[in-house]
């Protein structure tokens, strides 16, 4: 099954919540920064994981 491309948007947005979370000093930073580089050939991953990154925003 194919995957369209992330959207610059959501790039955008991803690049955002992983610098946040930087500053807050989270514990999953690495990883997610590291997920950020590999979802950017498909939007279905990107927008799990901006939803997963969004939740640790809340922790």
Do not use: P, T
């Not at 369209?4 to 948007?9: F, I, P, Q, R, V």
């Amino acid at each position: 099954m194919s995957c369209h491309l992330a959207s610059d948007k959501q790039i955008d947005y991803a690049d955002s919540l992983v610098e946040y979370l930087g500053k807050e000093q989270h514990r999953s930073v690495a990883r997610f920064k590291s997920k950020v580089a590999d979802a950017h050939g498909c939007i279905r991953d990107m927008s799990k994981l901006i939803d997963q990154m969004k939740e640790a925003r809340e922790e």
